[in-house]
């Protein structure tokens, strides 16, 4: 009997501000039972616990809205996109919303092995002035290291950090961030903003893309 093919779907997708405090596996579980109620032919782990072959990205820090996330999936069968789509917006929350799908590969590489980094727009509210945070943001990136403690380990957060800039919309600050988002590297947008004194709950952070190897 010839192996079952597998289908590989991708997805681009948005979190936005009611889930915002859902982890990484939660989310994922909550795409597992989703794709159940759709009656999708979702393929499965092999093992004595099988899990829904679900791959997202890059795990989006709690707090974090995102118009930019990406997750594969791998069905047993091919269906047309669109119907994939309808099916599987019909039974995800309001605040996750399908953006766009497409067929991928199954040689192609994981999402996990291929993003490189991500960007960030952080909006500020009023109160922060911008010079302020520009200047004390300078003053930080001029240090030789930028020292974050993660889990007990001292950690150089600098090498991490692309690129940087400030612009204006309506009266909000924004500061557009690109940091490093892959296996080896991976840069937080809410440890920066505690270095310049800003409690991350005050800020709007957006993850608004994902950038992979070509």
Excluded: C
């Amino acid at each position: 009997m010839n192996p079952i093919t597998p289908f590989r779907v991708r997805i681009k997708f948005a979190k936005l501000e009611n889930l915002r405090f859902i982890g990484h596996l939660d989310l994922q579980r909550l795409f597992e039972r989703a794709l159940n109620r759709t009656g999708l032919p979702l393929r499965y782990t092999q093992g004595f616990s099988p899990k829904g072959r679900i791959n997202i990205a890059s795990a989006l820090p709690l707090g974090f809205v995102s118009s930019a996330e990406v997750l594969d999936f791998w069905l047993n069968a091919p269906v047309d996109l669109q119907e994939i789509q309808a099916s599987l917006q019909a039974a995800l929350p309001k605040d996750l919303q399908i953006l766009d799908i497409q067929e991928i590969p199954n040689k192609a590489p994981s999402l996990q092995a291929s993003v490189l980094s991500s960007e960030y727009a952080i909006v500020f509210p009023v109160i922060y002035a911008q010079d302020d945070i520009n200047t004390e943001l300078r003053n930080i990136l001029a240090q030789e290291i930028i020292p974050v403690e993660r889990r007990g380990k001292i950690v150089d957060i600098k090498p991490m950090i692309t690129t940087h800039a400030f612009y204006e919309e309506g009266v909000s600050t924004i500061l557009h961030l690109q940091m490093d988002s892959s296996a080896t590297s991976n840069g937080r947008p809410d440890e920066l903003l505690k270095l310049l004194g800003i409690d991350p709950a005050d800020v709007i952070i957006e993850r608004t893309n994902l950038i992979f190897e070509e």
